[in-house]
């Protein structure tokens, strides 16, 4: 398992903090979206949204990500209308909980919203395509998460091409660190994700699932989003509600490349998952040990056995 030599280890939000020397966050993905990519607008009521956060949370998840718009191409919507869509929501579950929470979007005006309304971290998948993002974060003094990609926010990048797609993706990483640096936002507060599928074809992001450590080796923590995607479709040919085995493999690829979140959907699998890959690293003791424990090997659950 590769361990990246971080240059923050401990990170602190407003109501927790995560060593990512030892950790591995698990993210829930909650889109109050009509036209999201893997639900298809099941969490976009209001009820629906803080239902399936605080699930997350109970089954769980470490952080939330609030997104009000889908990274795929379409119409803008006015920042007044996002912010009516996710400011509620992350409301809500700070109200009844501690877990980390994002916003999910690339517009300053949203930011701030979500900001005020209890967020600790911005998600932003342009890469701040909108520089005034970077003040907004530096001035809140709250998280920014830097994704590659390469279009402008909502818009079709027809035929991405890269001579070496793992180095590109590094070296544009690290360039929008430097920014986010120069703009006053504190080393402690940057997290970094190459982005699987945007603006990728299914080689690309699997070259970048398979060599993971180079992004890791930037000494963020690095995040990979790669729940449900496309790239796990096209590589077993399966439809999205038949891509969980695929998402947690690719998730347990990443993770042994030191990515120390993974952004998810599906959340019970995946805090298992995690907590397997924490246990066998020494970072948390197994649940329970009866297994070689003692003279005999009494079943692994007495209280099953005996009420059958």
Known sequence: MFMPEL?????????RSINFAREIAVMAVINRTPDSFYDAGSTFGLDAAVSSALQAVQAGAHWVDIGGVPFSPGPELPWQKEAERIVPVIRAVREHSDVVISADTFLPEVAQAAIDAGADAINDTTGLAYPQLAE????NNVHLVLTHSLAKPRTIYPHPHYQDVVAEVRDYLEQKVQLALDAGIDASKIIIDPGHDLNKNTRHTLDITANFEAIAALGYPALAAVSNKDFIGETLDLP??????GSM???TMCIMGGARIIRMHNIVESVQTI???EAAQGWRDPAYQIHNMGEVNPPAHPERETSR
């Open 7 to 15: 240059k923050v280890p401990v990170h602190h939000f407003s109501r």
């Open 249 to 251: 493999v690719a998730a």
């Open 136 to 139: 907004v974060v530096a001035r």
């Open 240 to 245: 999205k509600p038949e891509r969980l085995v």
């Open 275 to 277: 907590r397997l890959i």
